[in-house]
């Protein structure tokens, strides 16, 4: 594979301002993308380089994108990869030029910090995180680190799997670990972007799954989603729940922490309020909490071996993102139909 001297790349100069993150702004400053051609570098040890085949775009990149998670500027965001590798350094004894990979969140680990040596790489306390502290997939090259490097097999279509590399493998990976006892009720809080995935994997896992959203035109869709239920946030949802028998585990994909206080009274007796959602402050009640044992907890995403699993999962038993697709060219449409929630569910950007 012969490689360019430089590459496009969805470049953001400076940091977007939003109300969102300071809400004593007088004047928000929208966030700007610019095709840019950056030479191209070959990857170093410990780096395979990636030539990207398609890239999601996420609801954290409005996160990353306005600066609210530290990534220096300029910045190329995009955490949710898939493609080939292109190059490797002299020293890469695993990864192969032609191996279809991706690249999630998780985009490293030290191996050496005592987390690491748990093997709790996602707590990793010096992690590498792809589109946050390095340049991410928003490009038509991007370098990997070798730990963290996903095998994608190469008969899934690069651009409906390119998601799972975070929003599913977030629902799917939190939801593996919240033991929920099979045929147990699943209430899943928001039909979006992570909201669709998280209805598909917990009903293919083996769960009742119910949906809350607040937009009434989102029923049907989570009905086909696998739902057996749809219930408007608006319209008392907790007691829905109640009359179910309570949720054994409630999933937030929405971003609203008042959903946290408005569903909890929904929870089963043990059950688990789980949290995949940036929503800020939110208010758990810990009188339920001890005398009915309920817990809350949040869950970041997973590491290559977990990425790897939600998409063997999604490809066995049918879990299907719906995404749009848009060009490299089209970065700034998809961006703010994701900053804006209209994205229907997920925007990926394919390249030729
Ligand atoms: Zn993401
Ligand atoms: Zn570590």
Redesign the pocket.
Known sequence: MSLPPTFKAAVVETAGKSKLYDPSLQQEVPVKFELKDIPLKKPTYGYVLVKVIASGVCGSDVHVLNGAVGSQFPHVAGHEIIGEIAAIPETEDHWQIGDRVGGGWHGG?????K??KRGE?LL????AVNGVSMWGGLAEYVLLRREAVVSVPKDVDPASYAPILCAGVTVFNSLRNMHIRHGGLVAVAGVGGLGHLAVQYARKMGYKVVAIARDPAKRDEALKFGASAYFDRTHNAAEELKKLGGADCIVLTANNGNLVSQLQPGLARGGTFLTVAIAGNATFDTVPAVVQKQAFRGWPCGSAIDSEDAIDFAKNFGVECAIQKYSLDQIQEAYDSVDQGKARYRNVIVFQ
């Open positions: 680990h030290c191996h050496f910090c987390y690491c790489f990793c306390e010096k992690e």
